[in-house]
T-cell receptor
Framework: DGGITQSPKYLFRKEGQNVTLSCEQN?????MYWYRQDPGQGLRLIYY???????QKGDIAEGYSVSREKKESFPLTVTSAQKNPTAFYLC????????????FGDGTRLSIL | DQQVKQNSPSLSVQEGRISILNCDYT??????FLWYKKYPAEGPTFLISISSIKDKNEDGRFTVFLNKSAKHLSLHIVPSQPGDSAVYFCAASANTGGFKTIFGAGTRLFVKA
């Protein structure tokens, strides 16, 4: 059964620590995305990748980093430079093409201790 | 600045009636629009889309209307069912925006039995 998996569902971070959110897909999609959702706001694009070993910054990339070493995986690291990391993070994938609908994981909620 | 606006945070409708969810956009370069539906604790799922060369697209109980001159689109659900209760996100992309899709803040629909 194809899909996109985010783990963990809930994550807690201490001040000054980096934390990595996992995103894996078995849909054979080339494109993958990371979004952040805050209360009362839409999904804001952090990073996206159109193909393995390539990725681009989205609208709010500061304080985040990604890698795309495998087609199936697109992990997001929230670094200590991200001043307000508490949010709901969504990963998505799609066939290449901006008119292709994105398939989303169920998200990871990150909180600062 | 919000390029995609969903001005109604919530909407309540009686079962069997029509639900109309509205979305306004400011970027005249947007030419492809999508609606996503999100249940609690799950990621958004694609619902329906429309290209700017059309003014209407229908899929079962769901119809999206696009008014380019007004930069407005709406999602009609007829008849509404309790299972339609969810958050609905409007999204848009531009031919000049690469793979970026801009999302609205969402409208929470309550369908009362």
């Amino acid at each position: 059964d194809g899909g996109i998996t985010q783990s963990p569902k809930y994550l807690f971070r201490k001040e000054g620590q980096n934390v990595t959110l996992s995103c894996e897909q078995n849909l054979n999609h080339d494109a993958m995305y990371w979004y952040r959702q805050d209360p009362g706001q839409g999904l804001r694009l952090i990073y996206y990748s159109q193909i393995v070993n390539d990725f681009q910054k989205g609208d709010i990339a500061e304080g985040y980093s990604v890698s795309r070493e495998k087609k199936e995986s697109f992990p997001l690291t929230v670094t200590s430079a991200q001043k307000n990391p508490t949010a709901f993070y969504l990963c998505a994938s799609s066939i290449q093409g901006r008119d292709q609908p994105q398939h989303f994981g169920d998200g990871t909620r990150l909180s600062i201790l | 600045d919000q390029q995609v606006k969903q001005n109604s945070p919530s909407l309540s409708v009686q079962e069997g009636r029509i639900s109309i969810l509205n979305c306004d956009y400011t970027n005249s370069m947007f030419d492809y629009f999508l609606w996503y539906k999100k249940y609690p604790a799950e990621g958004p799922t694609f619902l329906i889309s429309i290209s700017s060369i059309k003014d209407k697209n229908e899929d079962g109980r769901f119809t999206v209307f696009l008014n380019k001159s007004a930069k407005h689109l709406s999602l009609h659900i007829v008849p509404s069912q309790p299972g339609d209760s969810a958050v609905y996100f409007c999204a848009a992309s531009a031919n000049t925006g690469g793979f970026k899709t801009i999302f609205g803040a969402g409208t929470r629909l309550f369908v009362k039995a």
